[in-house]
């Protein structure tokens, strides 16, 4: 079955440091997504992706935050200066369609920042 | 803004059991997600619905639009089922957008 995977599973940084998450999204799917969960927090969304441009980003998502797909296959999300804010799980998912498409959700990646 | 809110927050089940976990939302959606978070972290989606009912396997997912209620109801409860249950709209003003609900914890005891 077709998946999502995320790397790396976990990752430690210092405060300042600028960190990428990678994300490989199912392969026929459009729409890309990153959320995060802050530990004992509700999920929270970050910003959706297609067709090679931001669709949609919420307040979190702040200069600080950028996405890409550098090659048809990856989706990153870069935090350029971490914060300790900034630990969380980070998810990525993907979907075929926007509005009506099942989600599908990579295994997370869980940043800490010390 | 949309206000996604669960209940029970936390609920404790002896295997065997009919288990429902119950979200509400304030404003008109386009879809309604709901979600499974295993211990270890990871998200898998359960349904999605943007009106009626939906049924997979044991598990069972109602909507009520007018109400903005939904229902995800679990037949024979086994502790495999153990996890954190997470309710997500889809606004119609919000695009791709997803508010989450706070989950429910569910533990089901053998």
């Known amino acids: 079955e077709p998946e999502v995977t995320q790397t790396p599973s976990h990752q430690v940084t210092q405060m300042g440091q600028e960190v990428i998450l990678r994300c490989v999204p199912i392969s026929n799917h459009l729409y890309f997504y990153w959320y995060r969960q802050i530990l004992g927090q509700k999920v929270e969304f970050l910003v959706s992706?297609?067709?090679?441009?931001?669709?949609?980003k919420s307040e979190i998502f702040d200069d600080q935050f950028s996405v890409e797909r550098p090659d048809g296959s990856n989706f990153t999300l870069k935090i350029r200066s971490t914060k300790l804010e900034d630990s969380a799980m980070y998810f990525c998912?993907?979907?075929?369609?926007?509005?009506?498409?099942?989600?599908?959700f990579g295994e997370g990646s869980r940043l800490t920042v010390l | 803004k949309n206000e996604v809110e669960q209940s029970p927050q936390n609920l404790t089940a002896q295997e065997g059991e009919f288990i429902t976990i119950n979200c509400s939302y304030s404003?008109?959606?386009?879809?309604l997600h709901w979600l499974q978070q295993h211990p270890g972290g990871g998200i898998v989606s359960l349904f999605m619905l943007s009106s009626g009912k939906k049924k997979h396997g044991r598990l069972i997912a109602t909507i009520n639009i007018q109400e903005k209620h939904s229902s995800l109801h679990i037949t024979a409860s086994h502790p495999r089922d153990s996890a954190v249950y997470i309710c997500?709209?889809?606004?119609?003003?919000?695009?791709?957008?997803?508010?989450f609900g706070g989950g429910t914890r569910l533990m089901v005891k053998p």
């Open positions: 997500a709209v889809r606004n119609y003003n919000a695009g791709n957008m997803l508010t």
């Open positions: 992706f297609y067709n090679n441009e931001i669709s949609e």
């Open positions: 404003v008109g959606i386009s879809a």
């Open positions: 998912a993907s979907s075929v369609v926007a509005s009506t498409g099942e989600l599908f």
